[in-house]
């Protein structure tokens, strides 16, 4: 089944020590989305990638970057991760930039220590 | 701005009974509408989108919405809880972005079935 998968679906990191997050799909799709989700919050979007087109949203943090190698692959780069940065991460992916549908991933949950 | 509202963050109905989940829209132009479904530890699933062609919006698992101009609402429901219905709900508007668009999602709505 053509789909978004994450890994890993949890991850412990320290108080700053650099993680990375990772997002595959098989879909095909030439958008990518980074979403952040607080606890008992609605998910709030970082960034995304149309093709090798970075997007940053104006208020995401630049502790957070992002690296897309190729269609398949997103990764979610934390510099200097804090206690604030714990949540799920969402990636997600649509076809187009467009009002199309997104895809979700099945989440990373991040925890610092 | 583009933004939507879910009224109820807790939502409790017994196993059979309707389910209601409400979500006002503000927009100034025709919105694109979602309602995603999210299990615990899980990511979003799309239930059903709303993309002008139709009012009533059918999705999976038995749920169904109603884009309502006249009251800027496009609630969900379903006929019959299941307890396998038990998660956080989410209604989204699709927004312009960053040379694209983003889905700006409401606060959600924990619907809890009882037997």
């Known amino acids: 089944d053509a789909m978004v998968i994450q890994n890993p679906r949890y991850q412990v990191t320290q108080f700053g020590k650099p993680v990375t997050l990772s997002c595959s799909q098989t879909?095909?799709?030439?958008?990518m989305y980074w979403y952040q989700q607080k606890s008992s919050q609605a998910p709030k979007l970082l960034f995304h990638y149309y093709d090798k087109d970075f997007n940053n949203e104006a208020d995401t943090p630049d502790n957070f970057q992002s690296r897309r190698p190729n269609t398949s692959f997103c990764f979610l780069d934390i510099r200097s991760p804090g206690l604030g940065d714990a949540a799920m991460y969402l990636c997600?992916?649509?076809?187009?930039?467009?009002?199309?549908?997104?895809?979700f991933g099945p989440g990373t949950r991040l925890l610092v220590l | 701005a583009q933004s939507v509202t879910q009224l109820g963050s807790h939502v409790s109905v017994s196993e059979g009974a309707l389910v209601l989940l409400r979500c006002n829209y503000s927009s100034s132009v025709p919105p694109y509408l979602f309602w995603y479904v999210q299990y615990p530890n899980q990511g979003l699933q799309l239930l059903l989108k709303?993309?002008?062609?139709?009012?009533l919006v059918k999705g999976i698992n038995g749920f169904e919405a109603e884009f309502k101009k006249s009251e800027t609402s496009f609630h969900l429901t379903k006929p019959s809880a299941h307890m396998s219905d038990a998660a956080e709900y989410f209604c989204?508007?699709?927004?312009?972005?960053?040379?694209?668009?983003?889905?700006?999602f409401g606060k959600g709505t924990s619907l809890l079935v009882t037997p």
């Open positions: 997600a992916t649509s076809r187009g930039r467009r009002q199309e549908t997104q895809y």
């Open positions: 709303y993309t002008s062609a139709a009012t």
């Open positions: 989204a508007v699709s927004v312009p972005s960053n040379s694209g668009y983003a889905l700006n």
């Open positions: 879909l095909n799709h030439n958008v």
